[in-house]
């Protein structure tokens, strides 16, 4: 499974060389000078479940930029990014098993864990259903509205169950 995950996720990454490289470089950094600051990235679960949502957002940036630009429309571009998050969707959430790896979660990931795995399988309908409208997309205007739920779920999740970091 772990290893099906890698390979999506490098694949995605196929089209965002750079910030590929930005992650390695921040892997060596931090075992170099072995940061271990109050999120604790050296914690694998921290980690993963990190680097899953980095992911996500390089694809809905990808995503957001044809729909800002939509004379860029690319069927082929869409649909790897769909399928990507689709199949994404359901990588970060055994990674949330330990109520000690806080990271950047608030408590009520596990003091609420219903509400957050509701939003979490909301999730993963969400980009299913995106995936299954990019497969007949021939512009912007046809998945829009698909792309703005996944927005949303994005966000209501992040409202409850991620701490405000900005
Ligand atoms: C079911 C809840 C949930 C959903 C859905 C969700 N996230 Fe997150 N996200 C979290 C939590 C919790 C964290 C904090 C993880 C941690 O640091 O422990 C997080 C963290 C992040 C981060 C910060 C990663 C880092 O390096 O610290 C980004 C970026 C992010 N999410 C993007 C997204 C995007 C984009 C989507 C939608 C495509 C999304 N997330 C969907 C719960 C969610």
């Not at 196929?14 to 999120?39: D, E, F, I, N």
């Not at 949502?53 to 429309?73: E, L, N, Q, R, W």
């Not at 869409?78 to 990674?95: G, I, M, R």
Request: charged share 20%.
């Amino acid at each position: 499974m772990e290893q099906v995950r890698t390979n999506t996720l490098l694949k995605n990454k196929t089209l965002k060389a750079t910030s590929l490289r930005a992650v390695a470089g921040t892997a060596l950094l931090s075992a170099v000078v072995g940061l271990s600051a109050c999120s604790s990235p050296a914690d694998p679960d921290i980690k993963a479940r990190q680097d899953i949502m980095k992911s996500y957002s390089d694809a809905m940036g990808i995503m957001g930029d044809m729909v800002k630009a939509p004379d860029t429309f690319d069927a082929a571009v869409l649909k790897d990014q769909t399928s990507f998050l689709a199949e994404a969707s359901k990588s970060p959430w055994v990674h949330f098993g330990n109520a000690e790896s806080i990271g950047n979660s608030t408590k009520a990931v596990w003091s609420d864990n219903a509400t957050f795995v509701n939003e979490s399988e909301k999730f993963q309908q969400v980009t299913a259903q995106l995936d299954a409208v990019a497969q007949t997309a021939t512009s912007v205007d046809d998945f829009k509205p698909a792309f703005g739920d996944v927005g949303a779920s994005c966000k209501s999740c992040h409202t409850d169950f991620k701490v405000k970091t900005d």
